[in-house]
């Protein structure tokens, strides 16, 4: 076989923490714009994920997680899928069950781990604390003598905005991510739904190759032929490489969130792998 050309991608970043300790609040300042207005409660109730374009024109794809604790299932997958976690945990309330929870996804997964202390601004945030009790569950900060960075931030105010971002991307480069976009698309189903005028539709990430318009695939246990492609900002595209979230159309039925994609040379051959994983 030939030697695959790997090329540098995007990092994929997955926000988790406690219910309102401010994640998508976090993701909607360093994106620019506003969710967690639109959102039902202020309550993030599935995984959005987005890709951001750094002043230095280099991308980071970002995975945002619910805090709510009936959500323990999609922090795990958030966890699963990612190559960097920031723990968002808010300096006036400290660490709470769903902080705790996120830490052991985080461990279990192997994944390096980005401590966000959020809402510095408000007059009884306390740090420090936050510090100290992260010691209780093996995470040292660089300021405690360990190797876990750390950083104050406030969505709110737009504090320390600069400081998480070069931290993210120190992180990234000492992991050396690559991926070869020139061949068939792998990727893992986000989350999936069944839309009133499109029919199924699956957020997915992609891992690796380049997924296309007209591209032929198995998705769990269905198949399907790419329809259209519609990126994090609401726009048609006709490709997506690694490191890229998009929305699949074309799906035979709605998978299953955690389900891999892969593109195959054939249809009959799509729908004898997805019929075969359908009977087992
Ligand atoms: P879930 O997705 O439901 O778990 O919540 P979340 O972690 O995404 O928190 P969210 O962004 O919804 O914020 C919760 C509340 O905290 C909102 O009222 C925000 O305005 C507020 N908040 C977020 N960040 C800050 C901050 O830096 N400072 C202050 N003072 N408030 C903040
Ligand atoms: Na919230
Ligand atoms: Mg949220």
């Given at each position: 076989d030939a030697v695959e050309?790997?090329?540098?991608?995007?990092?994929?970043?997955?926000?988790?923490?406690?219910?309102?300790?401010?994640?998508?609040?976090?993701l909607d300042a360093l994106r620019g714009t506003d969710v967690?207005?639109?959102?039902?409660?202020?309550?993030?109730?599935?995984?959005?994920?987005?890709?951001?374009?750094?002043?230095?024109?280099?991308?980071?794809?970002?995975?945002?997680?619910?805090?709510?604790?009936?959500?323990?299932?999609?922090?795990?997958?958030?966890?699963?899928?990612?190559?960097?976690?920031?723990?968002?945990?808010?300096?006036?309330?400290g660490l709470m069950p769903q902080t705790i929870e996120a830490i052991?996804?985080?461990?279990?997964?192997?994944?390096?781990?980005?401590?966000?202390?959020?809402?510095i601004d408000k007059h009884d945030a306390n740090a420090q604390k936050v510090r100290e009790r992260l010691l209780e569950h093996d995470i040292q900060v660089e300021e405690m003598g360990g190797e876990t960075q750390d950083v104050e931030v406030s969505a709110l105010k737009k504090l320390g905005l600069d400081d998480l971002i070069e931290k993210i991307q120190l992180q990234a480069e000492l992991l050396e991510l690559r991926a070869n976009p020139d061949r068939s698309a792998e990727g893992?189903?986000?989350?999936?739904?069944?839309?009133?005028?499109?029919?199924?539709?699956?957020?997915?990430?992609?891992?690796?190759?380049?997924?296309?318009?007209?591209?032929?695939?198995?998705?769990?246990?269905?198949?399907?032929?790419?329809?259209?492609?519609?990126?994090?900002?609401?726009?048609?595209?006709?490709?997506?490489g690694p490191s890229v979230p998009v929305e699949v159309l074309g799906l035979s039925g709605v998978p299953m969130a955690g389900d891999p994609l892969q593109v195959v040379e054939t249809e009959a051959r799509a729908r004898e792998v997805a019929a075969y994983r359908a009977s087992v």
């Open positions: 050309s790997l090329l540098p991608r995007p990092p994929v970043v997955t926000i988790m923490g406690h219910v309102d300790h401010g994640k998508t609040s976090l967690v207005a639109g959102e039902a409660g202020g309550i993030t109730q599935h995984i959005g994920a987005y890709q951001v374009t750094q002043k230095d024109k280099s991308k980071i794809t970002f995975l945002d997680t619910p805090g709510h604790e009936a959500f323990t299932e999609m922090r795990q997958r958030g966890a699963n899928v990612t190559d960097i976690v920031i723990l968002v945990v808010a300096a006036d309330d052991s996804h985080t461990k279990a997964a192997g994944v390096p781990m980005i401590v966000a202390i959020n809402k893992t189903v986000i989350e999936a739904k069944l839309d009133k005028g499109r029919g199924p539709v699956a957020t997915v990430l992609v891992s690796r190759g380049t997924l296309r318009v007209g591209d032929i695939f198995v998705c769990g246990a269905e198949s399907g032929k790419v329809r259209a492609l519609i990126d994090d900002k609401g726009r048609q595209v006709k490709e997506a």
